[in-house]
């Protein structure tokens, strides 16, 4: 009997490789799909093997995530994920993502979040402008704070 690896999938009619992955059956509740599929971006085969085992990498490292169930990460972990975070969101402004009007607009309910984190309506202003970027932030990474 031989093993099949995991490796990328062409798409018949487009020709753009895909990450094709049945989730465990331990996870399908918590992600709620059996089948992950994530487009690679690219008809190269060479490329789509490097952008496969990095894809692949991550989703890994999610479902391992989903397995620990919910966590109470620690000042210095928060830290991490803050800086990663803002990472991740520098990389979507350089990219054109969001007009500058936005970052004015968000930079400010940020600095009155940091200043008073206690009112409640810097605290929900935060949330309403921010709350869905880092919910995705920590659902993509399969972590549950």
């Not at 093993?3 to 020709?15: D, I, Q, T, V």
């Not at 996870?27 to 971006?41: A, C, I, M, N």
């Not at 000042?75 to 009007?101: H, L």
């Amino acid at each position: 009997m031989v093993l099949r690896m995991a490796r990328p999938w062409k798409h018949p009619n487009s020709g753009v490789f895909y990450l094709r992955v049945r989730v465990p059956g331990d996870l399908v509740s918590l992600v709620g799909r059996t089948l992950e599929k994530q487009s690679l971006r690219t008809k190269d085969v060479g490329e789509a093997r490097v952008r496969f085992s990095k894809a692949m990498a991550d989703l890994t490292t999610r479902w391992s995530n989903l397995r620990r169930g919910l966590v109470r990460p620690t000042f210095e972990q928060m830290n991490a994920y803050s800086a990663d975070f803002y990472d991740v969101y520098c990389k979507e402004i350089e990219t054109g993502r969001w007009s500058p009007f936005w970052d004015e607009a968000l930079a400010a309910v940020i600095s009155r979040f940091i200043e008073m984190p206690d009112d409640p309506k810097s605290h929900s202003e935060f949330k309403r402008l921010c709350g869905s970027q880092i919910d995705d932030y920590f659902a993509q990474r399969g972590i549950r704070i």
